[in-house]
Structures are given as structure tokens and as C-alpha cells.
């Protein structure tokens, strides 16, 4: 057992390729993801009608939508759209849009929740659209969130696990390939799990340190 | 793709939806136990689940199915494609319901343990008609929401060589050379499946904010 740790260190640098790829595609799509996830909640609760039953679809169809039958269509779907996508890409974008459905629902939950007051005085001192949005609501919201937006981080943490399928070279794809090249499937994927655990208890620390924050601020 | 093709999805549905009601069945009171190991802060047991439901949250289905699949038989357990499956989806969702049935545990009011206490009832009998009975309504929301998760990772079966709905997508994909219309019929399963799983979890919290209201 010792012995198959020593094999999976030996390829360590296969290992932290895939823990840094896994680590850049989370932190890509977890902060696109967010920013059009603020942009998606803006128009789902929109004054008029027809912008929040498109935003309310396509939140509803991502959200009883597998991610990686999602992961699927991008991968295989947009080159018959003509756009020609390596796998990374592809991964990237299914990752991204995906999850803004997730994040666009975390922040319009999270707004329903806030006082109406601060919105209020900002209209009263000349904040109108865009601005009252990015200046007033969006920073309380944010930290509002923080705890939610944080289980979704892990979850984009997890679903990047997928695409080890359409064969993005991540953490879970390392750990397959040194386990196919030396047979040592336990010391592998334990790895990987623990390198994912830590990836999790990280993401975890720093939405308390967040949590922490907004407290001093209250 | 023909209508022979469409059948064979609907096969893998089969299988799909009998794994995960599996993994459901088995991981609720697997959950509610550990759930109440840590509730009474069994020692070195309560650690041990501390630690199995961090990390079980943390790890992805994918490669916890990959690892009890080639691991398992490695160490002289001899494990197929099915059982590991069942496996995974239980071990996954055993943790995320511990997590939902403590938080139940952790909110119910102290005095009525007391009370119960005071009757002389003894600690099963107080499990089973008072604290039981209530955390069932209060945990459901949040199991049911666990539910639909459990169903949106089951396309992981599909890496092990389970003939699910994923699977049999991919199959015929590559049998048709297009490989889209599968996946639109796959995600035509899902979608129905899934949305009456959220449905249901927004009507019962819906029904519980009314009762609980103040009159």
C-alpha cells in the first residue's frame, strides 16, 4: 500500500497538473458564473414580463438538467453550430453557463430576502438601473449569499469532475491515468479525494472569512 | 434515430431510476443514523462521522465511483458495475442527508424531551413517538431537495459501464454519427423527473411557512 503512494508521488507532477486544472477551471467559471449569474437575476426580476420568462426558462431547464448531459450538448453541439471548441473550452463554457442559471437563482433568493429600504433611499438620491443595482444592491446581496454562493463554488468544484469524460485533463483524469498506467486505482483516487477535500475545506475558509466580514460591517 | 433507439434510452431510464431509488432508500436511514450518532455525540464514533460526511460532501460522484469501482476488487472485494453504483449514490447521499437530519435534531425544542423525559418515557419510545415523528416534517424539504441532486449526478453510472440513460445516449450516438438527438431525449427523461422532485420540495416549504405563521 506504502508502495502505490510512492507510485502516485512519483507522478505527482501528473497529479498537480490536474489539481491546477481542475483549481482554474472552478475559479474561471465560479467568478463568470457569479457576474452573469448577478447579470441573469437582474432579469428575472425584471418590471416587464417577457425578459423574466426567458431568464425563469432557462433557470428551470439548467436546474433539472444533468450537468453532464448539459456537458454533453456543449461539447458535441456547438461544432455542428460551426464554432470550433477544443475540450478544455468546451468544458469551460458548459461549466460557466451552466452554473449562472445556479448563482442567477442563489442572488435572486438571496434579494427577495434583503430589506427594501437601502434600494429605496438610493432611488431618493438620483441611483437609477445599472448603478443602483451595482452600487446598492449587489454588494449586501453578495455578502448575503456568501454561505449559499459557497456550496454552489464546491459544487462547480465537483460537477468539474464530469469532464474527465470528454477527456479535460483535471484532477479525477490524472488520478484515472496514473490508476490505468500502474494499477494502483486505491492510492490514485484516495489521493484525488483528499485533494479534493482540501479544495472544499479552502473554499470553505474563505466563506467564513467572508461571513466574518460582513458581520464587522453590520 | 429510430424508435428502437428511443427504447433503448428509456431501458437505460429503467435502470437509472431503479439505482437511484436504491441509493435513496438506503442512504435515508443511513443518514438518520449517523445523523443520530453525532446527536448524541457517540465518541470516536461522532468524529468518525464528522469525518465520513466532510469528506463524502467534498468528493466527487465521479471519482468516488471510480475509486470503489477498480479499488474495491483490488483489496479481494469483488464488486460489478451495478453495486458499485448503488454503492457511490448511497455513500454520497448518506452524507448530504446526514447533514439535512441533524439540522432537524439540532432544532428541536429541548422541552418536549424534557416532558417526554418527565412521563418516564424511555429513550427509543422518545425517538419514535416524539422526536421522529416531527424531524420527518421538518427534514422533508431538504431530503427531497437532496433527491434531485442524487438524480443529477446518476449520469456518473454511465463512467463504470452502467447501462443508464447516459450511456445509452452516448451509444447511439456513436451508432448514428449524431450524437445530439440522443442527448435531447436523454435530458427529456430528466427533466420531468427532476422538476417534480423541486416541486414538490418548494410546495412542502410553501405549506410549512404557512403553518407555521403566526395566525
Keep these: 500500500m506504502i508502495h502505490d503512494f510512492g507510485v502516485v508521488w512519483a507522478e505527482r507532477s501528473l497529479m498537480l497538473n490536474g489539481l491546477l486544472n481542475t483549481l482554474i477551471l472552478s475559479v474561471l467559471s465560479a467568478f463568470a458564473a457569479l457576474v452573469l449569474g448577478a447579470l441573469l437575476a437582474m432579469l428575472l426580476t425584471h418590471k416587464t414580463k417577457a425578459p423574466v420568462v426567458v431568464a425563469r426558462g432557462f433557470v428551470d431547464l439548467m436546474r433539472c438538467t444533468p450537468f453532464l448531459l448539459f456537458a454533453y450538448i456543449v461539447y458535441y453541439g456547438l461544432p455542428s453550430l460551426g464554432i470550433k471548441f477544443d475540450n478544455w473550452s468546451a468544458g469551460l463554457v458548459a461549466l460557466i453557463i451552466y452554473n449562472t442559471a445556479y448563482m442567477a437563482e442563489i442572488l435572486r433568493g438571496a434579494a427577495a430576502a434583503q430589506p427594501p429600504e437601502p434600494a429605496e433611499a438610493g432611488i431618493a438620491f438620483g441611483f437609477t438601473g445599472f448603478g443602483l443595482y451595482r452600487r446598492i444592491v449587489l454588494p449586501p446581496l453578495l455578502l448575503a449569499a456568501g454561505p449559499v454562493v459557497g456550496n454552489q463554488v464546491i459544487q462547480i468544484v465537483k460537477d468539474s469532475a464530469f469532464l474527465t469524460i470528454i477527456a479535460l485533463p483535471e484532477l479525477t483524469h490524472a488520478a484515472s491515468s496514473i490508476q490505468s498506467r500502474h494499477y494502483v486505482p486505491f492510492a490514485a483516487f484516495i489521493s484525488a479525494v483528499i485533494l479534493y477535500w482540501l479544495l472544499c475545506l479552502l473554499v470553505e475558509t474563505g466563506v467564513s472569512a467572508v461571513g466574518r466580514m460582513a458581520d464587522a460591517r453590520r | ?215
Design chain 2, 1 to 215: 434515430m429510430s424508435a428502437a433507439d428511443v427504447l433503448a434510452i428509456f431501458n437505460g431510464a429503467v435502470t437509472t431510476l431503479l439505482l437511484s431509488s436504491l441509493g435513496i432508500l438506503l442512504g435515508l436511514p443511513l443518514g438518520l443514523a449517523m445523523a443520530l450518532i453525532r446527536w448524541s455525540r457517540v465518541p470516536l464514533a461522532s468524529q468518525l462521522v464528522a469525518v465520513y460526511v466532510s469528506l463524502l460532501r467534498a468528493t466527487p460522484i465521479v471519482t468516488l465511483l471510480l475509486l470503489l469501482f477498480f479499488a474495491l476488487p483490488n483489496v479481494g472485494v469483488p464488486i460489478g458495475p451495478i453495486s458499485a453504483g448503488i454503492l457511490a449514490l448511497t455513500m454520497n447521499t448518506s452524507a448530504f442527508n446526514c447533514e439535512v437530519w441533524r439540522a432537524s435534531l439540532m432544532d428541536f425544542p429541548k422541552d418536549q424531551l424534557e416532558a417526554a423525559q418527565s412521563v418516564g418515557m424511555r429513550a427509543s419510545l422518545r425517538f419514535r413517538r416524539i422526536v421522529f415523528p416531527q424531524i420527518v416534517r421538518s427534514s422533508l424539504p431538504g431530503l427531497i431537495n437532496e433527491m434531485s441532486l442524487l438524480i443529477k449526478v446518476t449520469p456518473a453510472l454511465a463512467v463504470v459501464g452502467v447501462v443508464d440513460i447516459t450511456r445509452a445516449a452516448v451509444r447511439i450516438g456513436a451508432e448514428t454519427y449524431e450524437p445530439l438527438p440522443p442527448f435531447f431525449v436523454a435530458i427529456a427523461i430528466y427533466l420531468p423527473i427532476v422538476y417534480a422532485l423541486v416541486s414538490l420540495q418548494r410546495w412542502l416549504e410553501r405549506r410549512r411557512a404557512r403553518l407555521e405563521a403566526p395566525a
